[in-house]
């Protein structure tokens, strides 16, 4: 008897799952960007070429994307209390990252802590450009970095967990 199209019995990869997940965000992100678009068109703001690099920016955080729905995926399914975790970590997170402020409304002698913080690169390397800046170069190879090394165990994880994934579903 064929397999049927729909239902439990339908064979995709896994990590289709992930990339809808960071396309769909990536959707969103460009609806939003409309709004950037029309308050520099609104207020007569040059654009330059720096504004290509969100480009390359979104790229970097879409790869950083990928690896962390994967990683956090796996050990999501086989933890139930982990999502909920996750989320208030990203609260924390959303307060002590420069999203809501900026980084030069500190002193400088705290700058080098929050330089530890990934989520501050990540989002400089969208943010910057977009605000006529160019990111700096730490930022790029600090977020490239994490992109291997996280891809690196996410690989590792679901290579040795994919078999039991299902049981956890």
Known sequence: MPRSAY???LNFPYSILN???VWRNIIVFFHNVLIVVVV???LSISVGAHVLLVIVGLLI???NGVWMSVLLGIIG??????PPFVANVMQ???FITPVFWNLSQLPATTHGYLKLNYILHLIEVLRAP????VPELSSYVITIGGAVVGWIVAFV??????RRIAYWL
Do not use: E, T
Request: hydrophobic share 60%.
């Open 61 to 63: 955080v879409a790869v």
């Open 157 to 162: 994880f679901f290579a040795h967990f994919r």
């Open 92 to 94: 924390v997170l959303m």
């Open 77 to 82: 399914a086989r933890y139930r209390d982990i």
């Open 19 to 21: 990339y809808i997940l």
């Open 40 to 42: 520099n068109l609104a």
């Open 130 to 133: 977009m605000l006529g800046q």
């Open 7 to 9: 239902g439990p019995q």
